[in-house]
């Protein structure tokens, strides 16, 4: 398993913008079609949803620009 994730590391590393933007578009696509296909589940767990996706995006966001922020302020 190790190494199939380890090879799986390495392809991405080949990827450009354009590969990272059909990616991005795809999940968003498969998000939007659970999202309508399952509505009225998530609409009981709402909250959590917003909780689950507002976390990622802060964690996603520190991962990205920590270090850029961190070797600024040092300065």
């Known amino acids: 398993m190790r190494s199939w994730m380890n090879e799986i590391f390495e392809s991405t ?4 913008m354009l590969d ?16 309508v296909y399952f509505s009225e589940l ?3 767990y709402i909250f959590i949803v917003w909780t689950i996706a507002i976390v ?9 620009f920590g270090k850029y922020l961190r070797s600024n302020s040092s300065r």
């Open 13 to 16: 590393k080949q990827y450009t």
């Open 20 to 35: 990272f933007s059909f990616l991005k578009i795809c999940l968003i696509s498969l998000g939007i079609l659970l999202g």
């Open 56 to 64: 990622s995006y802060v964690f996603i966001m520190y991962k990205t």
């Open 42 to 44: 998530f609409l009981s």
